[in-house]
């Protein structure tokens, strides 16, 4: 009896390798319509995704606001705490985009498409600044002669016509989002929002069953750790990213700075990335500020825009951003450099949150085997 089952599980089993054989073959064989497959399948899963992230960026403030809720003295404000929380952040989120499609956006766009008409006459303009230079100036050096004059051969307006950025714009945006996406991963977001503690703990159960209990309680404390500093580095980075932008916007329209809610917005956003991205948004805002509005401007505008960061380094920042990620300027900037050279402006302000989870990693490994080298000796 033994026999025969043993004879029949060598068949199923060259069966099955047969069978895994043949699926490989045809996998490789259509490789084109298999990857097809494949990315349509991530199409559909796609606003599955983005409905986990939204939930991911709203959780931290709907637990608080959850928290609050349920110290109310009403029965039923108590008993619907969750729902209620959820409800008030997707009204101020809501609120927010109101604003800002109404009130910022227009202002900006309308900077956008104003420097975008007149790129060549600030083209021009700066040529011939460059050429009425001294011939001994360190600006009329053999590589900047060189540079200027591959810029020189370029049509500009052929990189700026309005109606191509346009298109540029439209078709980012059909391809990214739909609206049928975007309802979807809203729908998403919500159901996971009100079932996150369900969710959450058959997560756990399921890892704490498969896997070891040291592994698992280490991917529990790794998986806080990096949650935590994520979290705090988006939500703090914009809150100040917002602050900064407004200050520079208002004090560069006090300046009469021409397109300052888009230079504002630049220096705001560019602010999300330490370091590196004040000074890139700096420079192209003095650049465009030297162009349109001369020497002197630029040079008040530096001035104005280095004591307003200056400020939120050292007072606002801080208070925003409460404990630092306690990484080195050279791990920082390592990081943003990488980050930025493989995945773009979004590896740029995701490289130092990653960084630090990194670190969190390698130092823990370090101390563990210096900890058992210690052993050893002992």
């Keep these: 009896m033994n026999e025969i089952k043993n004879h029949w599980r060598k068949w199923l089993y060259w069966f099955a390798l047969g069978v895994a054989v043949i699926i490989v073959y045809k996998a490789l064989d259509n490789f084109t319509d298999v990857m097809g497959v494949v990315a349509t399948f991530f199409d559909i899963i796609t606003p599955f995704f983005v409905g986990i992230f939204i939930a991911y960026l ?12 349920r110290k109310s003295k009403s029965k039923i404000i108590t008993k619907k705490a969750r729902a209620l929380s959820i409800l ?10 109101i604003i800002l499609i109404n009130f910022i956006l227009p202002v900006v766009w309308e900077s956008v498409i104003d420097f975008i008409n007149n790129i060549q006459n600030y083209y021009e303009i700066a040529i011939e600044r460059y050429n009425n230079l ?34 540029y714009v439209a078709s980012a945006i059909n391809a990214v989002t739909s609206l049928f996406n975007v309802f979807v991963s809203v729908i998403v977001s919500v159901y996971i929002l009100a079932e996150r503690n369900e969710i959450l703990n058959f997560l756990k159960k399921a890892a704490e069953a498969i896997l070891k209990e040291k592994t698992y309680k280490n991917i529990d404390k790794y998986f806080n750790n990096s949650n935590e500093i994520f979290f705090k580095f988006i939500a703090s980075q914009f809150l100040d990213a917002v602050v900064v932008g407004s200050l520079v916007t208002i004090a560069m329209t006090i300046m009469g700075i021409k397109y300052a809610p888009l230079l504002g917005f630049l220096i705001g956003l560019f602010n999300m990335i330490p370091y590196v991205g004040a000074i890139i948004a700096v420079v192209i805002s003095a650049i465009i500020t030297l162009i349109t509005g001369g020497l002197s401007q630029a040079i008040w505008m530096l001035i104005v825009v280095i ?22 300027p050279l791990l920082v900037i390592f990081a943003i450099t990488v980050g930025g050279a493989y995945f773009g402006i979004l590896g740029m302000f995701l490289a130092v949150p990653i960084m630090a989870v990194l670190k ?19």
């Design 307 to 328: 004591i307003l960061q200056q400020i939120d380094a050292n007072i606002i920042n801080p208070r925003i951003v409460g404990q630092s990620l306690k990484i080195s």
């Design 58 to 69: 709203f959780y931290l403030p709907c637990r608080k606001i959850e928290a609050t809720y």
């Design 360 to 378: 969190i990693f390698v130092t823990d490994y370090i101390n563990y085997q210096l900890a058992m080298k210690r052993l050893k000796k002992e």
């Design 134 to 167: 001294p011939d001994d100036h360190f600006l009329k050096g053999e590589i900047v002669q060189e540079t200027i004059q591959n810029i020189q051969n370029l049509d500009m307006k052929q990189y700026f016509q309005f109606n191509k950025i346009l298109e």
């Design 88 to 97: 008030t952040v997707y009204f101020i989120v809501l609120l927010l985009l």
